[in-house]
């Protein structure tokens, strides 16, 4: 088999006294699509963070294509969406174009051709449907749309993995479903592997290849028909939560 | 005022570090307005008068320094940012406690150095409300070089600053230097706190970075043309209140952000009408 596209082994973390992963691992197959599924507070956003290298390991291992992440260096090959992407200043005066463009900022260079530059920003906005709103500020924007082009951000560096935390919260219901179906085709046709977050366990079962259950420790790794099948209460363990008080949980 | 241009030099020098300070001061000012940060104008700029004051109390020392009170104030806008980051890092959850801590110090300091160094003169009151001829040739040249070297940085790391701004976790998961790029904005804005009280005085410093921004907000449809805009606005009110001044014999510090406070309300003005006038349009 080929080297797994992430890897993570018996990685533990703690803020202060307060332990929030345990003996986590499973590893990530190129071109897959996973979701990462537990409830508030369950770790998920940590180890995102982990993955990403923006938080330092303190006990086991992550590989990134058969690297360990703190020598990762090639950054424009894993791309974020955050679940905090939302929450930047509405009054910022920036345009759709100008915030996708950020998404090249690390790699470019003073002489790089700035309409190669134009090209790939247009493409992205082209691919997450949003050419219309290019010159437009992003704070005007509704929140499905300001998503789309987060996403387009995290694109238009043509990476490998992309990585959505909870991106969906705060969208609403119809833009969801353009949403998983944008995913799907990112996946599919453009071969972008996928891992997104949700402690919303109810619709990404049905879309993703391969599902992860986190509540410190890791619950579940497999199939999600699998796991669709399992009873009620086989699933409440593996969610290591009630899933009554899950389904309110929005 | 031509001919006094070109038959005293103090003048001359005051008006070229006024263009200069018109350019670097809105330029910064963008990313510190945009970043929330618009308060570190205020305490860098009290500290650098602590630093000036301090200068002159050294020039009344037996053993004077070759540091003029002007670098004096420079070193200590520096360091100052160097401390806000350094208490920035130390109350991680308590990050906006790090200006007032930096800006009392200032005053404080500023107060003693004052006093020892024989209380408020002419020279005290030039630095702060702005002085139309007390630059010389010296502190423009200095000038001169901070101009140049904070817009060679701030062109090289554009983007990055930019991004930055807007969404730190997105920039340093992309694989920007977060923490660099951070610290060396700070010393620039120190540079260009010192450098504009030369003019405008260090009262009114965070009025000449944030009011030609506040302006330019309105109008610019992005990030670039913000800049853009801002620039003009500054320059603008900095030629009207450097001649104004000039020809009332009123400290600049004061014309200038009188005029940059009245483009504000002049735009504001223009874009209520023009809303009107669209509204009108769609009704008759
Ligand atoms: N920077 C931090 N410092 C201290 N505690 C944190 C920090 N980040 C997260 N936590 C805590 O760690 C736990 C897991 O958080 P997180 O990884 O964000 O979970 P999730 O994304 O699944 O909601 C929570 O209890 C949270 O309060
Ligand atoms: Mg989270």
């Known amino acids: 088999m080929s080297t797994p596209l992430v890897s993570v082994s018996h990685l533990s973390h703690r803020y202060d006294q307060h332990s929030v992963l345990e003996d986590v691992s499973f590893d990530v197959e190129e071109g897959s699509f996973v979701g990462l599924v537990g409830p508030n507070g369950s770790g998920k956003t940590t180890l995102i963070k982990l993955i990403l290298g923006i938080e330092r390991i303190q006990k086991g291992s992550i590989e990134i294509f058969g690297k360990p992440v703190q020598r990762f260096k090639n950054k424009g090959h894993i791309s974020f ?18 915030v996708v463009g950020m998404g090249l900022t690390a790699r470019s260079s003073l002489f790089q051709s700035q309409s190669n530059v134009n090209e790939q920003i247009k493409q992205a906005l082209e691919y997450v449907n949003m050419t219309a709103f290019a010159n437009q500020n992003i704070g005007e924007l509704s929140g499905g749309q300001q998503q789309r082009v987060f996403i387009a951000r995290a694109l238009v560096s043509k990476p490998k993995l992309l990585i959505l935390d909870e991106p969906t919260v705060g969208v609403d219901t119809d833009n969801v479903q353009q949403f998983y179906q944008l995913l799907s085709t990112l996946n599919r046709e453009l071969g972008i592997t996928l891992i997104l977050v949700s402690h919303d366990i109810g619709t990404i079962t049905t879309q993703v290849n391969d599902l992860l259950c986190l509540n410190k420790n890791l619950h579940y790794h497999g199939d999600p028909n699998k796991f669709e099948q399992l009873s009620n209460e086989e699933r409440s363990t593996f969610y290591g939560h009630d899933l009554n008080v899950i389904t309110h949980d929005h | 005022m031509l001919e006094a ?15 200069l300070v018109g350019l670097i001061a809105p330029l910064l000012g963008t990313f510190v307005v945009v970043q929330r940060q618009a308060m570190i104008a205020d305490g860098l700029s ?10 002159m109390f050294m020039q009344k020392q037996p053993m004077s ?37 930096i800006h009392s110090l200032g005053v404080g300091l500023a107060i003693v150095f004052i006093a020892l160094a024989n209380g408020i003169n002419t020279d005290i009151y030039s630095y702060l409300f702005g002085s139309v001829a007390a630059v010389s040739r010296n502190d423009l040249l200095l000038i001169l070089g901070t101009t140049i070297f904070v817009v060679v940085i701030v062109f090289v790391l554009y983007k990055k ?22 610290y060396l904005f700070m010393i620039l804005t120190a540079l260009v706190i010192a450098a504009s009280i030369r003019i405008v005085g260090v009262l009114l ?80």
Request: hydrophobic share 50%; proline share 3%; charged share 15%.
């Open chain 1, 81 to 98: 969406v955050s679940q905090k992407a939302n929450s930047f200043n509405r009054g910022f005066p920036a345009t759709a174009k100008e």
């Open chain 2, 5 to 19: 241009l070109l038959n005293y030099e103090l003048l001359r020098n005051t008006f070229f570090t006024g263009l």
């Open chain 2, 46 to 55: 009290h500290v650098t008068l602590a630093g000036i004051a301090f200068g």
């Open chain 2, 65 to 101: 320094t070759m540091i003029t009170p002007f670098q004096f104030g420079m070193i200590f806008s520096i360091a100052g940012a160097v401390i806000i980051e350094k208490l920035r890092s130390m109350y991680r959850e308590f990050q906006e406690i790090a200006i007032p801590i």
């Open chain 2, 161 to 182: 600053l930019f991004a930055l701004s807007f969404d730190e976790e997105f920039a340093e998961v992309s694989g920007i230097r977060a923490r660099f790029i951070h």
């Open chain 2, 205 to 284: 410093v965070s009025a000449l970075m944030t009011l030609p921004v506040a302006t330019s907000m309105r109008v610019a449809k992005s990030f670039k043309q913000t800049i853009w805009y801002s620039i003009l606005y500054g320059e603008v009110a900095v030629i009207i209140g450097l001649i104004s001044g000039y020809y009332l014999e009123i400290p600049p510090g004061g014309t200038i952000v009188l005029t940059a406070v009245l483009l504000l309300g002049l735009t504001l003005l223009v874009k209520k009408i023009k809303s009107l006038g669209r509204i009108e349009g769609e009704h008759s």
